[in-house]
């Protein structure tokens, strides 16, 4: 069944609280902005066999389309908020980098494929 204004499947709710998933941390360890983009720094490959929850497991699976943190929210099914822990977490431990959105001489198109994706994250939200 769909959910009227969001032209997906209803998500069945979670068991889990989201807040739980980051031991009750609201804060990142690193500041991360919501249009920061997030790419592997291994193999996905080589992270099979480190023992990692399935939601940053699916970050990682998500990491190789470089997306915005907004856009892994939406993807995993995490407030913005927690998204943002995982995802420093990753960073930390040497799973993920932060890509740089933008160079100073973006163009207007870069910068507008920006703004639509992180919007499209934030409408996913």
Do not use: C, F, W
């Amino acid at each position: 069944m769909d959910q009227p204004g969001r032209g997906g499947a209803a998500r069945e709710p979670s068991l889990v609280r989201p807040y739980s998933l980051t031991s009750g941390r609201t804060m990142p360890a690193i500041d991360i902005a919501l249009e920061a983009l997030i790419a592997p720094l291994a193999d996905l490959l080589e992270l099979e066999y480190i023992e990692l929850s399935n939601e940053a497991r699916s970050i990682l699976s998500l990491s190789s389309n470089s997306p915005s943190v907004a856009e892994i929210a939406v993807h995993v099914g995490v407030p913005v908020g927690v998204a943002r822990v995982l995802v420093a977490d990753l960073v930390e431990a040497g799973h993920v980098r932060i890509q740089a959105t933008l160079k100073e001489d973006a163009s207007d198109a870069e910068r507008r494929e920006l703004i639509e994706r992180v919007l499209s994250g934030l409408r996913g939200i």
